[in-house]
């Protein structure tokens, strides 16, 4: 197929075959593959110029989620997925990013852990929970419960937030029975074990 002519688009072009089918890449292929008016390509060498644009569009997509929030492999899979790439340009974008320290599970599952303790509060089955879902290994996680496991740090967070929940219901007048199964079900649904909930109970005499 011979192209017919080039037009400029901002960092793109526009190519016009002489078959009358067209073609649309980034301005940086057209430099280094030494695109030209008049230049014959096989429909192999079509293909590989459109997975080579598709390859360009997914990493800058990528990037731009990246540059948001940091993301698990699962989640930016997702969203390269939700964007129509093709599975094979999806896997290079990620092995990519790998590459160049832009996604790392085991960073994210840290950090993520911290944010979820520090800042939310969180107990540590609603924290397991939340990182399956953004696909972290169980076996990964795992490991980072047990390196960063510290049942004061809970049971300091399921103390603050049975104060404010013991603050909301006081002025009902319910009976010790009441509260205490109040708050055991509101810190069952925060997260917190077993174990860090009779804490908290003995802690505030609600046994």
Do not use: W
């Amino acid at each position: 197929m011979k192209i017919e002519s080039i037009k400029r688009d901002g960092n793109s072009v526009n190519i016009q075959m002489e078959d009358g089918s067209s073609l649309k890449l980034q301005l940086s292929i057209l430099k280094d593959e030494n695109i030209t008016e008049g230049l014959n390509l096989s429909e192999n060498e079509v293909d590989n110029l459109l997975n080579k644009a598709e390859l360009i569009k997914a990493k800058n997509s990528a990037l731009r989620i990246l540059s948001r929030r940091s993301h698990s492999e699962f989640e930016l899979r997702k969203k390269l997925s939700d964007k129509k790439y093709s599975a094979d340009v999806i896997s290079r974008v990620i092995a990519d990013m790998a590459a160049i320290g832009f996604i790392n599970d085991e960073k994210f599952a840290n950090d993520y852990y911290e944010s979820c303790v520090r800042l939310k509060g969180d107990g540590i089955n609603k924290i397991v929970n939340k990182l399956m879902l953004k696909g972290i290994k169980k076996s990964l996680i795992t490991v980072i419960i047990s390196a960063k496991e510290d049942e004061n740090i809970h049971l300091e967070n399921a103390l603050k937030l049975t104060e404010r929940k013991i603050q909301f219901i006081s002025n009902k007048d319910l009976p010790k029975e009441k509260i205490r199964a109040k708050i055991t079900l509101y810190l069952q649904n925060k997260g917190f074990s077993y174990d860090v909930i009779t804490k908290v109970l003995k802690t505030k005499k609600l046994y």
